[in-house]
Nanobody
Framework: QVQLVESGGGLVQSGGSLRLSCAASGFAFRTYGMRWYRQAPEKERELVAAISNSGSATNYGDSVKGRFTISRDNVRNTVYLQMNSLKPEDTAVYYC??????????WGKGTQVTVSS
């Protein structure tokens, strides 16, 4: 059974940092790229960052470039999102997702990030 469990969110002041984790199970983690999305209230879900299966390639949404870093550990089956220089507009629920048509509908419960001004 595919499971994605996000953690690490919380309340932080503007300019602060958080590190999100997504623990994955139930599929061959090391063979799939992974993505982080976020969804703010009354807004559509937004792609934040993506990483290849090996971790050698990454890309980011324009709004987070230079501030967020995606990484992964294929031994621990975990993908991370290091978020620095946080802004109030980063406030959202953050989700990880598998970069695959086969698994695209699997979502975890997400982790809430709230950035105060």
């Amino acid at each position: 059974q595919v499971q994605l469990v996000e953690s690490g969110g919380g309340l932080v002041q503007s300019g602060g940092s958080l590190r999100l984790s997504c623990a994955a199970s139930g599929f061959a983690f090391r063979t799939y790229g992974m993505r982080w999305y976020r969804q703010a209230p009354e807004k559509e879900r937004e792609l934040v960052a993506a990483i290849s299966n090996s971790g050698s390639a990454t890309n980011y949404g324009d709004s987070v470039k230079g501030r967020f870093t995606i990484s992964r550990d294929n031994v621990r089956n975990t993908v991370y999102l290091q978020m620095n220089s946080l802004k109030p507009e980063d406030t959202a629920v953050y989700y990880c997702n598998i970069n695959s048509g086969r698994f695209q509908n699997y979502w975890g419960k997400g982790t809430q990030v709230t950035v105060s001004s």
